[in-house]
């Protein structure tokens, strides 16, 4: 360490003359400095530094996951696929495509799209090139992906992690690192169709991961801003009375109301209005009776979003799924480029599952305003792609993302809660034997199992004890056990046991392949 | 960006009266300056960049993904989505739990892992908090999850990318994104026995993927360094010269040899008696032979090492995998952290397919040697996970590795090369109409399909015309049309069309279901 040599050396009085030429500079004015007379600087720094040890030696190593990531164990997997299984089942039935991008993209693609969220995004480091930065969730890559590819029409999902340098409750279930699962559809259609599709996907989704009772959300940004504007909220002041309103799910009208009057200057006459509206709810019906309204008809962005608030709910009447959903005055949501539709879907049954997760709830698309039982959450944005387009061309989307980590942890629990075990392996059958010495005749036996397409194993010892056999069996849920003996490969036969019935029968080894699979098409 | 305020000025000054006195302390003495006084230094000048305007405005608005990576589009997905099932499925078979680690791991983990490709790593950006960088492969994740969850026995497969800053040849399919596919098993078991299981899984993914013949080389660590011994390589020239045995499968034994003597120093006697091993092939049988051999069973690891091929290979032949399996002097490997036995599967057949990816082959375990046509390697690694372990307790592990991303430029070539179209979608059948004003007639047809679990599509626009409604099936291989009109309406039917033959005929609606599902049953 103390002895650097030739090189270090000469470095070091060339670094310091420089230095004291910058020092100097520094002092007379800092716009002396350029960018990257200090970026050259650091690098300088740096390279000392690394000659001087880096930062090895100053931390003891630590054995854990860096913050707010973990491991998936092997039953957290098992019950990862098969919520995957029943959304990418749904996804394709509605006839999607799947693409997928990478996990970094330049650091300028992200810019300028998430307000302050931006702090939370993570940065590669300057290693050279080019300055990258994590995803920080699915829909602004999609929109760089139809803009860069010139795609102008698609019905795409995207499951993969989004990364979100938060300070996370885990305990609550959020995580830094965490996936999302969005579908969307992009493309100039016909209003409403592509909007109503997207419902009953959320519709069709929870009820089959059977997740309990639900209500889906539905509102507009032009009747939002149509009634801002009608209760005369200055144009200015749109966005962030918006979010407060979105509060409404967290807390009571009175709280909302005082933090429009006090914090955010609004006239109590103006939020004595919006309280009346924000206090709405009902369905086509409720869009008729608005687009009556006196003061609401006075807006044409409203009644815009009221006309098509009605052609929606025509089209979900038609998808049967009106019994979910309701038109929803108070729903706002966060995120800027909604351009039209938002929804947000939350579980109404209070039992002891919903407690655990306020997970980064609908995905990207419940950003803020996520109440603690979102599972779901999208809309329209019309204007994200043209941002991404060198000549502004729009591509309307429309989309939704599932909160897949909520789900997770909601199954996660139902399955702690539940008596029957999370199997981890599909094994169908353990290949065994009682006596010694026949370890090659239980591998001669597995391999032709494997080669019949069965799922089987077999202990990696010489001579287990049979117990042992039967033990892993009842640990990690297999079915059945092919016993083989002296007596067994004399007589062309195989002792198949049922784990759970202890009962046993001879099968010729001819049979056993089929017989195997007779008794395990059921699981 | 003149006119930087009072802080920023009181900030200079201050940054500049300390920078006087550390160039007067450099100009001392280097070693007087500690690692944490730079650090300190360094985010100041960052600091200042920063008010600077950092790097904003320097470079244009680029529209592309980050070097070396790329989007997978719906027909590369599509591919992907095949690929994988067929490994999923063999790793299934074989009672595989599947496990996930974060996209990134406490730099420190990594740190020591991978000898000089250390500089490949992809930092995170310090950003406050842990130092954090990209998986450089999942061996050692999986390695840091064993020592840290205390797992002492697990058969797991690990499907996810990994992150490399090479400078990446991307027309011959390397990626500095891409994925890794990995099977391990990790336990104290009777030698050998998973090890073939290891073998046997390569060869039923590579017979099962069609990529044409194939060849599994096999070999030992322990044979390669008593070779290396008895024939007079310095024990500090093991790893060196290993390395350049390592490139047999690229380059000639004259060069080799050459590169051994000029370069590494060696002397010709052992580099002549090195020649004389590494160009051995064969079986059971050259096992036995170098075991017998005067020279060779001198070393007690080659004779460990040969003892068990023999076995190995007993295993093999139960399994019936000899067929492609070449026990193979030649073969070496990179990486250091092997302890017993190394395979490499290649692709055998020279035909135009193999020509377009020397992707990173085998997944990490391929790491350097990789030949043109390799496509899975690995091997046992008996003391990885004691690295990570407190108390240094080891856990023998034994995996592969499939080359994944060349088995998809293969099967994506393939796919070009064929008359047949890849369908990026499962959709069964189009819900369309002739005539106009049908729009709710067909949404409402749509839903009762989804309902019953038909994969439908329609199409979002309020009266499109048959014809494109046709072609979209064309386009996309939609093998059946629900035609409505006002006569089936009336009559209760649907004219369900067979998009191939043109064949039409009328079904009523209470058997559409079935009939659907009855010709797209074997799809």
Redesign the interface.
């Known amino acids: 360490?103390?002895n650097?040599g030739m090189a270090?050396?000469r470095l070091?009085?060339g670094?310091?003359g420089r230095?004291?030429g910058?020092?100097a500079r520094?002092?007379r004015t800092?716009?002396g400095?350029?960018?990257s007379q200090?970026?050259e600087?650091?690098a300088k720094?740096?390279q000392?530094?690394a000659q001087?040890?880096?930062?090895?030696g100053?931390?003891q190593?630590?054995?854990?996951?860096?913050?707010g990531?973990?491991?998936?164990?092997?039953k957290q997997?098992?019950i990862r696929?098969k919520v995957f299984n029943t959304i990418i089942s749904c996804f394709?039935?509605?006839?999607?495509?799947?693409?997928?991008?990478?996990?970094?993209?330049?650091k300028?693609t992200l810019?300028g799209k998430y307000g302050e969220d931006s702090k939370l995004i993570?940065?590669?480091?300057?290693?050279g090139?080019?300055?990258?930065s994590?995803r920080y969730d699915l829909t602004v890559p999609f929109a760089?992906?139809l803009?860069?590819?010139k795609v102008t029409n698609?019905k795409?999902y995207h499951i993969a992690?989004v990364?979100r340098?938060d300070n996370p409750a885990m305990t609550r279930g959020r995580y830094r690192?965490f996936y999302q699962c969005d579908f969307d559809?992009a493309?100039q259609?016909?209003p409403m169709?592509?909007d109503?599709?997207c419902l009953?996907i959320v519709h069709?989704i929870l009820s089959e991961l059977e997740l309990g009772d639900f209500r889906i959300k539905v509102n507009d940004r032009r009747i939002l801003d149509g009634m801002f504007a009608v209760c005369g909220v200055p144009d200015d002041k749109f966005r962030t009375i918006c979010s407060t309103v979105d509060k409404l799910d967290k807390m009571s009208w009175e709280d909302v109301r005082s933090e429009m009057v006090k914090e955010k200057g609004l006239s109590e006459e103006a939020a004595d209005q919006i309280g009346q509206y924000v206090s709405l709810q009902g369905g086509m019906d409720l869009a008729e009776r608005l687009l009556q309204d006196a003061k609401m008809s006075q807006s044409k962005q409203a009644c815009a979003g009221l006309t098509d608030m009605k052609q929606l709910f025509?089209?979900l009447q038609?998808?049967?799924v009106t019994d979910k959903v309701v038109f929803d005055l108070s729903l706002a949501r966060g995120l800027d480029y909604y351009t039209g539709v938002i929804y947000e879907a939350i579980l109404t049954q209070t039992g002891p599952v919903p407690v655990a997760a306020a997970q980064n709830g609908a995905g990207e698309k419940a950003e803020e305003g996520v109440s603690v039982g979102s599972v779901a959450g999208g809309g329209r944005y019309d204007g994200l792609v043209g941002m991404?387009d060198?000549k502004g061309r729009k591509v309307p989307c429309v989309g939704v993302s599932i909160g897949i980590e909520r789900v997770f942890s909601i199954m996660e629990q139902k399955a702690e809660a539940s008596a029957e075990k999370v199997r981890?392996?599909?094994?169908q059958v353990m290949v065994a034997s009682a006596q010694k010495n026949l370890?090659?005749e239980r591998?001669?036996l597995t391999?032709e199992l494997?080669?019949a397409?069965?799922?089987?194993?077999v202990m990696?010892?010489?001579n287990p004890k049979l117990l042992s056999q039967l033990q892993h069996c009842e640990d990690s849920g297999i079915p059945l056990v092919a016993i083989l003996g002296e007596q067994e490969l004399k007589d062309g036969v195989v002792k198949l046991r049922t784990v759970h019935s202890r009962e046993e029968i001879d099968v010729s080894r001819a049979e056993l392949v089929e017989e195997i699979k007779r008794r395990t098409s059921d699981i």
Request: glycine share 4%; hydrophobic share 40%.
């Open positions: 360490m103390i650097l270090s050396l070091c009085a670094l310091a230095w004291s910058f020092c520094s002092l800092l716009s400095m350029t960018v200090i970026d600087e650091v720094l740096l000392l530094k001087l040890g880096g930062d090895e100053r931390h190593f630590t054995l854990k996951t860096a913050k990531t973990r491991d998936y164990n092997p997997m098992a696929e394709k039935r509605h006839g999607a495509e799947n693409i997928d991008t990478p996990v970094f993209e330049l300028e810019t993570y940065d590669l480091k300057d290693q090139g080019e300055l990258l994590l760089r992906y803009a860069m590819n698609i795409r992690k990364y340098r690192e559809i493309g259609y016909d169709i592509p109503a599709e009953k069709e025509s089209y038609l998808f049967q991404f060198p981890t392996t599909e094994t370890l090659e591998l001669r391999a494997w080669n397409g069965i799922k089987a194993e990696y010892k010489k």
